[in-house]
């Protein structure tokens, strides 16, 4: 830990845990290395879980063969309480992935969206969906939003991001502009930022997600800056030091990731986008306008421009 950086500080607060994706992208292999992967999925296949309407999206006529058709896979982070309250997704990305061009596309959804969520009366945010039935209902919730297809999800939680961080020795970042954040750990630490490149461990770069309140976007920021880190997190992995790890790494996805994709479809994975790296991977975003209902505060989406990226995600699956 940079003592320069953080100063202790007590308070008492509920985590949020952010989406770490970084531990997904391992797990679907879109990093490096076989042995790696084919650890990987090993490990964590004692968590494969299955949806309840099975394999196939209802949105699709016939299930998806991942060596061939594209495919898209939602992730997720959710909050924790530790009173064992059900919880609600702190962060929802979706991935589209194509074979024909090797090509991924990162779309993030503000977790304050309005959106309808079916089976209940009224509009929603979009991270309630969670609390009203768990990863199913969201994942028809996102399935309504976007309109495409969800073949494939994955939950991870942030004690391992931060685990996997440390192992490939931190993440390079180029901060925006100066601020703080609390980590998440007891006691708590305020941790500083300073604008321009920074070099962050796992408690770091998770503070760094996971602030919103100091960042004018909201959101967007902090989605940018998520997305900051998983380009960050590949380009780390690619160093011949992060190569004497790969169990260690492995050991950490197996323990922290919950997702539908079996050891088969997973090493199918790897086979068909070996080459996948930061470079290929296309981050989009939602445009929209703040708004409060009742008092409470919700992100509307623009209408024409969610239509542009509905038919952009359709074209990158092929999806009609």
Do not use: C
């Not at 920021?221 to 492995?250: F, Y």
């Amino acid at each position: 830990m940079t003592k320069s950086r953080i100063q202790y500080k007590k308070k008492k607060r509920r985590f949020r845990p952010f989406v770490v994706i970084l531990l997904t992208v391992l797990l679907l292999g879109l990093s490096y290395g076989g042995y790696l992967f084919f650890s990987a999925i090993k490990a964590a296949n004692h968590s494969y879980t299955e949806l309840d309407r099975g394999d196939k999206s209802n949105l699709r006529d016939e299930e998806v063969t991942i060596t061939k058709d594209p495919i898209s896979i939602l992730i997720t982070g959710v909050e924790d309480y530790t009173d064992g309250g059900i919880g609600r997704t702190d962060s929802i990305m979706v991935a589209t992935l194509n074979p024909d061009n090797q090509s991924m596309k990162l779309l993030s959804i503000p977790r304050d969206t309005l959106v309808e969520i079916p089976d209940r009366a009224n509009e929603d945010k979009i991270n309630h969906a969670y609390a009203f039935g768990g990863k199913d209902l969201t994942i028809e919730t996102v399935e309504n939003f976007l309109d495409i297809p969800i073949d494939y999800y994955a939950s991870v939680n942030f004690e391992g991001f931060k685990k996997i961080v440390d192992e490939i020795g931190g993440v390079t970042v180029d901060v925006p502009f100066d601020f703080w954040e609390d980590s998440d750990g007891r006691p708590r630490q305020r941790i500083y930022f300073t604008e321009g490149e920074m070099k962050l461990n796992g408690e770091e770069a998770l503070a760094y997600a996971r602030m919103r309140k100091q960042d004018k976007r909201g959101d967007f920021g902090r989605n940018e800056r998520q997305q900051q880190i998983i380009t960050a997190a590949i380009d780390s992995m690619v160093s011949p030091a992060t190569l004497l790890k790969l169990d260690d790494i492995a050991k950490h996805v197996g323990e922290n990731v919950e997702t539908n994709i079996s050891l088969t479809r997973g090493l199918s994975l790897q086979r068909t986008y070996p080459n996948i790296n930061s470079s290929k991977i296309e981050k989009l975003s939602i445009t929209g306008e703040d708004a409060y209902y009742d008092s409470i505060y919700y992100f509307v989406p623009d209408e024409e421009e969610l239509l542009a990226l509905q038919q952009e995600l359709k074209a990158h699956l092929k999806h009609n």
